[in-house]
């Protein structure tokens, strides 16, 4: 992976660009930080003549800010902003789809991505194949359709199952369709899909780009400029902006990314390690340990394991959800990146939307239980989980 990162005309490590890039000191006051234009319009200075600025719907000062320091820390040309993950799904999907589209999507992917596409854009025309992307035959196989886009996951939310992104590239773009890859679970400091063919990079800037459970946002990254005008487009038209203050709260958030991604690996790994040699622990998946199925994958394209876990608990789902409710720091949430421990049942909480049929195909299971490690001493979380095991 690469070490060095573009900030103005020259190069310096993701640490420093993920701080400096895309601000510098308020013109006025010298102020370190980027102000919060909290401001609908801007005064021009003659018809026709303005400071790039217009109204807040098409573009913010703030936003800009933070759009261009997430470009930096992918290693890319272009951002755009959104309220939610799931505004900028929504935008990608109006930006470059039409009725009688089709698209190739995760099996295990995000629930609120499948109610979107199964639920919303279906009525539109937009045809959706939820495939088992790891399966290169059976990835290969759905490519003999016409395919506008194949948007992956990986690791895959909840399952963890990984996709080989520059062999899916290398698919994708033979038969003319985009990749994107949704990089939210392990940000740019852990993953970096432009590096392996990708197309576009969408973020949940909810979870760890922000970190801190004090916002939700969604971005879009790509290095293709006429992308970035439909995606600039859109997101006017159907006005699914970012607010200036979510923006402010995620460049604070971002100066951390690089240290916080690795604390939360490190600790996740230790976690895991302890979770694997439980006797009242099945089905453990976390891609940093020796005994994940796709381990050598893991090492290739990514950085760390990062910060998710899943297991089932021995008992079947009483048992798990028992210890969901038994836990005291680990917070049962639905939510993951935050500097806090979350733990999250996704059949009830974060993929109840997801049809039975697709989670049972996709390894979601009823008993599933999804750890996402915070920041805190991992000792003192794995005391937790272990007290919460005895009951």
């Not at 601000?23 to 003549?49: C, K, M």
């Not at 852990?190 to 392996?196: A, C, K, N, T, V």
């Not at 607010?243 to 690996?265: C, D, E, N, Y």
Request: with cysteine; net charge neutral; proline share 5%.
């Amino acid at each position: 992976m690469a070490n060095n990162y573009k900030l103005t005309n020259e190069y310096y490590s993701l640490d420093t660009v993920a701080l400096h890039s895309g601000t510098e000191p308020d013109p006025t006051t010298g102020s370190i930080l980027t102000p919060i234009y909290q401001t609908t319009t801007y005064r021009q200075e003659a018809v026709g003549v303005h400071k790039g600025f217009t109204y807040s719907r098409a573009s913010n000062p703030t936003v800009t800010a933070l759009e261009k320091r997430l470009a930096a820390i992918e290693g890319a040309s272009f951002a755009t902003c959104y309220a939610t993950g799931l505004a900028a799904t929504t935008a990608l999907c109006l930006a470059v789809l039409k009725s009688g589209d089709r698209v190739i999507v995760s099996q295990a992917v995000y629930g609120g991505t499948v109610r979107l596409l199964r639920q919303i854009f279906f009525k539109f025309g937009v045809e959706a194949d939820f495939v088992d992307t790891s399966n290169i035959e059976a990835l290969s196989l759905a490519l003999t359709r016409p395919t506008r886009f194949i948007f992956i996951e990986t690791p895959a939310n909840p399952t963890l199952k990984l996709t080989d992104i520059a062999l899916v590239a290398g698919l994708a773009h033979k038969v003319g369709a985009l990749l994107i890859v949704d990089n939210t679970l392990l940000t740019p400091v852990l993953q970096r899909p432009f590096e392996f063919g990708a197309d576009i990079v969408l973020h949940s800037t909810t979870k760890f780009i922000e970190g801190h459970n004090a916002t939700v946002g969604g971005a879009l990254i790509t290095n293709d400029p006429e992308l970035q005008e439909l995606f600039t487009l859109t997101r006017t038209a159907t006005g699914v902006i970012q607010a200036p203050f979510p923006a402010w709260l995620t460049l604070q958030g971002v100066k951390t990314l690089p240290l916080r991604m690795i604390r939360h690996s490190e600790n996740a790994l230790q976690i895991a390690r302890f979770l694997e040699k439980h006797p009242k622990i099945s089905n453990l998946a976390y891609p940093g340990l020796e005994s994940f199925p796709q381990y050598e994958l893991a090492k290739r394209q990514q950085r760390t394991g990062g910060a998710l876990i899943t297991f089932e608990v021995v008992g079947g789902v009483k048992a798990g959800i028992q210890l969901m409710n038994s836990v005291h720091l680990c917070a049962l949430a639905e939510n993951l990146g935050s500097a806090e421990t979350l733990i999250t049942h996704p059949v009830s909480m974060t993929h109840a939307s997801v049809p039975v049929e697709q989670r049972v195909a996709a390894g979601i299971t009823d008993g599933l239980v999804r750890l996402s490690v915070g920041l805190e001493c991992p000792n003192d979380v794995i005391n937790d989980l272990k007290q919460a095991l005895c009951k």
